[in-house]
């Protein structure tokens, strides 16, 4: 349709379906066909079931044919659905979750990954993903941390850049592709305490500066549309957000799609207390430029009256529904109402074999390698004996792949069955995955309890480790521990698992640990009793593969830490982009009682951003710089040579960091602004260049001015984010 018919469309509408059109309710609804439960208690009538633009969390090519067809030959209009979910690490086949995929520092591969998810959701007929959720975490106390890219602004963008990439390719037109939904803006990672859905109190310069660049890197890739969140920001919620949402994302970032609220966000406008009745939750998020309700009555119930008490113009209501109607004519809905959705390729494309080995491959490239002394892995085979609730489990999938079947996923003792020098090797429980006193509360219901003689399960571990040569022990956190409303006040593994590690570390000392988490965790007793720590996340549907392929040195991991892992859970939130402060305090210096330090604990994280190990090892020359100079209209060139420097091939990531070492307003002690990935045979030495840009130097300076100031520099280029491998440089005007 060209524009001035879908303008004729709009102008031919009623009321009563512009305001359907900027509600979208759950797929159970339509389901149920009539007006029960939720959507009674919600006060929903059959009319708003029947005028709503879009559905959400119903899948499947035949189910959403047949209910487009329905639903279009009943609309007064004829107005196509829009069929929108969550799809956030795949759809069928299950990719590692994004914390993790953020690990590859491989956008190409993320693309890739994401372009798959896109192929196989279309086909069964969604039009619309809610990804990437481009929120900065700092804080791994908070559940949500698992479908974020991390702690780094810029990685958090290329991560979200590449999603969008995938999902939508050149053209929304094009087949197997899906509109992508940036969320959750803005600010959401950085809820107080680490608590979802708690408050967020964030400066406008570390709004802008660290939290805002992911976003904006979604809408420059051409994100279809933005999802607000939950929480507060300058105490205004975002659904009511008219600073956040016309000022900041559509004119300052210049987003011009489609705005929708998260789940029943404009109801809780009211226990925020910023609306006094649903009518004012309805004028305050459409004023703000929400311009379709996701699962609340506000819209449906409200609008009408607004708009004939002449509370509401009719122009705010006529400028949604313009972005509903043009996002779904830019998805060809009007001509191609059922876009790609179609039985048969479900069948072939979904788990299909190429689809497998892509999320293989970005789970090998997922995993880093924390620790591995006295060279414990490789395993050259049997002489390992497998021992923990990792060891035979399924549940490798993360909290958000609700379209998958955990059926499909290759578990490590799978995989171990599947080769000949690993078949007889033995798989060993030793301890519930949870504690029992602790029940893991799952996404909708808490989790049956598991159903295990702790005694005599610690008793065969114990045996099987002493006679054995090594003993990998596959640890971690539920996978229901982490996602939405899966805050956690404690980062501690379970002790059931901690008393397995010290049973079995006792008997004996070669221990492998696999740790599948969807979060940091505190792991100090595993740096303290295993040699070898294989962080894993939750790798999904080739999980076990992935990971036994690596454990056999088939794969050498090569993946860099997205978010640093906390010394423990008091030291959170941690990141290593932190300002110096007036008393700086490293061993060693001001190491009297002032420093900026704790009593108890480090400074420094575990494990650092950007820190990750290989089965090889890399030599890093000093940092030289094409000149020590630089004006605002030239560039510099600094550059190391690396060297592969062990006996096997693999993959290192150099990382480009600078720092300014005095601005208008305090800055960080470093930022990442670049990263390189190269692969390098035994002995291969490579030189690896980066040209660092006056536009890598700006900042929100004393005025707010996003603007580089003259001055002094550190470069620092290495394999993590504590390198000092550095040399200095000067901007001048
Ligand atoms: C949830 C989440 C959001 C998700 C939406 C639809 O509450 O906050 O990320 O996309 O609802 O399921």
């Known amino acids: 349709m060209n524009d001035s018919e879908l303008r004729s469309l709009l102008s031919d509408l009623s009321l009563e379906e512009k305001i359907g059109q900027l509600t979208q309710l759950p797929g159970y609804f339509q389901d149920a066909g009539t007006i029960t439960g939720p959507a009674g208690d919600m006060g929903l009538t059959q009319d708003d079931l029947r005028l709503a633009g879009s559905y959400l969390s119903i899948i499947g090519a035949e189910k959403l044919k047949k209910m487009q067809t329905e639903f279009m030959a009943q609309h007064p209009h004829h107005i196509p659905l829009l069929f929108m979910a969550d799809i956030i690490n795949g759809y069928r086949t299950v990719f590692p979750i994004p914390l993790a995929q953020a690990c590859t520092f491989n956008p190409e591969l993320i693309e890739e990954s994401a372009a798959t998810a896109a192929r196989e959701a279309a086909a069964s007929g969604i039009h619309v993903t809610f990804s990437p959720m481009a929120d900065l975490v700092r804080d791994a106390r908070w559940g949500r941390v698992m479908e974020s890219a991390g702690e780094d602004p810029f990685l958090s963008g290329q991560v979200a850049a590449a999603m969008v990439r995938g999902y939508q390719g050149s053209d929304l037109n094009e087949h197997g592709r899906i509109a992508s939904c940036l969320k959750h ?140 109607l043009t996002l779904k004519n830019r998805l060809g809905l009007f001509e191609h109402p059922f876009r790609d959705a179609d039985e048969a390729a479900e069948k072939t494309l979904l788990l299909a074999e190429e689809n497998r080995r892509m999320a293989r491959r970005c789970a090998e490239q997922s995993f880093v390698l924390l620790r591995n002394e006295e060279n414990l892995l490789p395993l050259s085979g049997g002489e390992a004996v497998f021992i923990g609730p990792y060891a035979d489990n399924a549940l490798l999938n993360g909290a958000w792949s609700i379209f998958a079947d955990d059926l499909d996923t290759v578990s490590l003792k799978a995989a171990l069955q599947r080769r000949p020098q690993t078949r007889n090797v033995s798989v060993i429980r030793g301890c519930t995955l949870s504690d029992p006193e602790h029940p893991v509360i799952g996404f909708q219901h808490p989790l049956p309890p598991e159903d295990l003689d702790a005694e005599a399960a610690l008793a065969e571990a114990v045996q099987a480790a002493k006679a054995a040569e090594k003993v990998v022990l596959c640890l971690g956190e539920h996978r229901e521990c982490s996602g939405e409303a899966a805050s956690r006040g404690d980062l501690s593994l379970p002790r059931c698992q901690l008393r397995l590690l010290d049973a079995v570390a006792a008997v004996n000392p070669r221990i492998i640990v696999v740790l599948f988490t969807g979060r940091p965790l505190d792991i100090r007793p595993l740096s303290e009793k295993a040699g070898s720590i294989l962080l894993c996340w939750l790798p999904g549907t080739e999980g076990g593969e992935a990971v036994l392929n690596t454990l056999l040195g088939e794969n050498n991991p090569g993946g860099k830490l997205s978010m640093s892992f906390p010394y423990c859970t008091g030291q959170a939130p941690v990141h290593y982009n932190h300002l110096n402060t007036g008393r700086p305090w490293k061993l060693g210096i001001l190491d009297g009682r002032f420093g900026s330090k704790y009593q108890d604990i480090p400074n420094d994280p575990l494990y650092p951003f950007g820190y990750g190990l290989s089965y090889t090892t890399f030599a890093c020359s000093p940092v030289t710089l094409s000149s020590s100079c630089m004006t605002r209209s030239s560039s510099i060139h600094a550059s190391v040579s690396v060297t592969n420097t062990g006996r096997r091939a693999g993959t290192e990531t150099l990382q480009l960091y600078i720092r300014d070492l005095s601005g208008s307003v305090a800055r960080p002690v470093r930022e990442l602004k670049g990263f390189r990935r190269i692969f390098l045979a035994p002995g291969e030495s490579r030189t690896v260049t980066f040209t660092i840009t006056e536009e890598m130097l700006r900042f929100y300076t004393l005025s707010m001015d996003y603007a580089s100031e003259c001055g002094d520099f550190d470069v620092f280029i290495g394999s993590d984010s504590r390198t000092d491998n550095g040399a200095r440089f000067t901007l001048t005007e």
């Not at 507060?232 to 957000?241: E, V």
């Not at 011009?256 to 404009?266: E, P, Q, T």
Request: net charge negative; aromatic share 10%; glycine share 8%.
């Open 185 to 324: 803006f803005a600010g959401y990672g950085a809820p107080e305490g680490g608590r979802d859905y708690n408050t967020v109190e964030l400066s406008e310069r570390t709004l802008r500066e660290d939290y805002l660049p992911a976003y904006q890197a979604a809408v420059d890739a051409g994100c279809a549309l933005v999802m607000t969140s939950f929480n507060t920001l300058n105490r205004i919620p975002s659904a009511a957000n008219e600073w956040l949402l016309r000022e900041v994302l559509r004119r300052e970032m210049g987003f011009d799609g489609m705005i929708i609220s998260d789940w029943n966000a404009l109801q809780e406008l009211l226990a925020h207390g910023i609306a006094q009745d649903q009518p004012e939750a309805a004028f305050l998020a459409l004023r703000a430029g929400v311009d379709m309700d996701m699962v609340s009555p506000v819209y449906a119930r409200n609008l009408r009256e607004l708009v004939e008490q002449g509370k509401v113009p009719m122009q705010w209501i006529d400028e949604s529904v313009w972005r509903v």
